[in-house]
């Protein structure tokens, strides 16, 4: 019943900026965490940004210093706003909501993806 979706993905020119957001459309109370996932073509899929329901962020590598993740607990809404985009950024990209135990995130509910593209 619950779904997530994401919109905000297009084509970007590099060092340009995007913002992704992934709407829930029932309760999510039963988790306690949220994160944006990448993959690109051949790849294995990766996490870029984890937000817990204290909105304490964790960023992956790549995403430090670029990317920030928010959330909107009220429009029960999760955002990622991409800056100074790199074509390795180049992916589909996926919300999903999970469970954080300690250090460990387990993604429980995906969204369907949004692709973005990065490319002169």
């Known amino acids: 019943q619950v779904q997530l979706v994401e919109s905000g993905g297009g084509l970007v020119q590099p060092g340009g900026s995007l913002r992704l957001s992934c709407a829930a459309s029932?309760?999510?109370?039963?988790?306690?965490?949220m994160a944006w996932y990448r993959q690109a073509p051949g790849k294995q899929r990766e996490e870029v940004a984890r937000?817990?329901?204290?909105?304490?962020?964790v960023y992956a590598g790549p995403a430090k210093g670029r990317f920030t993740i928010a959330r909107d607990g009220a429009k029960n809404t999760l955002f990622l706003q991409m800056n100074s985009l790199r074509p390795e950024d180049t992916a589909v990209y996926y919300c999903?909501?999970?469970?954080?135990?300690?250090?460990?995130?387990?993604?429980?509910?995906w969204g369907q993806g949004t692709q973005v593209t990065v490319s002169s």
């Open positions: 937000i817990s329901i204290d909105d304490s962020p």
């Open positions: 999903n909501a999970g469970l954080l135990l300690g250090r460990e995130y387990t993604p429980k509910l």
């Open positions: 029932g309760s999510i109370s039963s988790f306690n965490a």
